[in-house]
Nanobody
Framework: EVQVVESGGGSVQAGGSLRLSCAASGLTFDDYAIGWFRQAPGKEREWVSCMDVNDGRKFYADSVKGRFTISIDNSKNTVNLKMNNLKPEDTAVYYC????????????????????WGQGTQVTVSS
């Protein structure tokens, strides 16, 4: 059974930093991508970043480019999202998701192309 678990959310002031982690277990396939999405109250789920685990390619939404960094820790089988210079508009529940087949073939922002999801972790940025 595939399990996806996020951790690392919290509350910070604007300009601060947080690091989210995503641990995916029970995977029986090698070709996959890890994506991060977020959903603020009253808004649709928004794609934030994605990493193709096979070849290491990284992708970012324009809204977070230059502030967020996605990386993989192979020793811990986790994918991290380091968030710097956080803004109040970054406040949301952040979700990690696994997509079989890697980062190609489908739009990265299409949430329905991701097969496994975590429960989400809250990030709150105060001004």
């Amino acid at each position: 059974e595939v399990q996806v678990v996020e951790s690392g959310g919290g509350s910070v002031q604007a300009g601060g930093s947080l690091r989210l982690s995503c641990a995916a277990s029970g995977l029986t396939f090698d070709d996959y991508a890890i994506g991060w999405f977020r959903q603020a109250p009253g808004k649709e789920r928004e794609w934030v970043s994605c990493m193709d685990v096979n070849d290491g390619r990284k992708f970012y939404a324009d809204s977070v480019k230059g502030r967020f960094t996605i990386s993989i820790d192979n020793s811990k089988n986790t994918v991290n999202l380091k968030m710097n210079n956080l803004k109040p508009e970054d406040t949301a529940v952040y979700y990690c998701a696994v997509r079989r087949g890697g980062a190609d073939h489908y739009p990265l922002h299409a949430a329905n192309t991701y097969h496994y999801w975590g429960q989400g972790t809250q990030v709150t940025v105060s001004s």
